[in-house]
């Protein structure tokens, strides 16, 4: 019914930036500015984290204290695609991405994706 794809991560140093795709398809997603797109990461040994999200209009956004000032959440309601721009990346910024989406009828995220790798190492 519907599908996440998410693309854009990659080996980079610290201190570089790399963009984040996440792009939605199918049935579902006919209207997909009835859906909330989140953000997460998972390190190795550790627990997911929500890292930003943002609301079906684009209006809303929420970024995580450990991203704030260096990550940005933005979405293209006609390419049905959510972007995390992150700058200024930190060893510790190390793991794999996921987007969500929830609809706005919904309190939970059902539709995830399979994640993208990103690693910040000198």
């Known amino acids: 019914q519907g599908q996440l794809v998410e693309s854009g991560g990659g080996s980079v140093q610290p201190g570089e930036s790399l963009r984040l795709s996440c792009a939605a398809s199918?049935?579902?997603?006919?209207?997909?500015?009835?859906?909330?797109v989140g953000w997460f990461r998972q390190a190795p040994d550790s627990g997911r984290e929500s890292v930003a999200a943002?609301?079906?209009?684009?209006?809303?956004?929420y970024v995580a204290d450990s991203v704030e000032g260096r990550f940005t959440i933005s979405r293209d309601n006609a390419k049905n695609t959510v972007y995390l721009q992150m700058n200024s990346l930190r060893p510790e910024d190390t793991a794999v991405y996921f987007c969500?989406?929830?609809?706005?009828?919904?309190?939970?995220?059902?539709?995830w994706g399979q994640g993208t790798r990103v690693t910040v190492s000198s």
């Open positions: 199918g049935r579902s997603f006919i209207s997909f500015i009835n859906y909330a």
């Open positions: 943002i609301d079906g209009s684009g209006r809303a956004t």
């Open positions: 969500a989406a929830k609809h706005r009828s919904t309190n939970e995220y059902n539709y």
